[in-house]
Nanobody
Framework: QVQLVESGGGLVQAGGSLRLSCAASGGIFSITIMGWYRQAPGKQRELVAR???????VYADSVKGRFTISRDNIKNTVYLQMNSLKPEDTAVYYCEAQNVVRSGQLGAFDYWGQGTQVTVSS
């Protein structure tokens, strides 16, 4: 069973920083894309940033220049460094792993973490 465990959320004042981590486990052979999404109350889940196994990253316009995504392919872990946080960044942040291949098994599947709350006070 593949599990994604997120950590690093919390309460921070506007202008502050947080670093989210998401570790994937469960006999994983490879993960094509790892990414972060967020969902604010009353809004749809939206992409924040995603990164390929080769290190190519894509960011939402709203976070460009403030957030940095990175990953450790050996540890199957993705990070999101969030700087200059704004109240509008407040949301539950979810980690996603796309096209996960498990050792000794056929097929590739997508998985989600349980989410971690980020609250930015003004």
């Amino acid at each position: 069973q593949v599990q994604l465990v997120e950590s690093g959320g919390g309460l921070v004042q506007a202008g502050g920083s947080l670093r989210l981590s998401c570790a994937a486990s469960g006999g994983i052979f490879s993960i094509t894309i790892m990414g972060w999404y967020r969902q604010a109350p009353g809004k749809q889940r939206e992409l924040v940033a995603r990164i390929s196994s080769g290190g190519s990253a894509v960011y939402a316009d709203s976070v460009k220049g403030r957030f940095t995504i990175s990953r450790d392919n050996i540890k199957n872990t993705v990070y999101l460094q969030m700087n200059s946080l704004k109240p509008e960044d407040t949301a539950v942040y979810y980690c996603e792993a796309q096209n996960v291949v498990r050792s000794g098994q056929l097929g590739a599947f997508d998985y989600w973490g349980q989410g971690t709350q980020v609250t930015v006070s003004s």
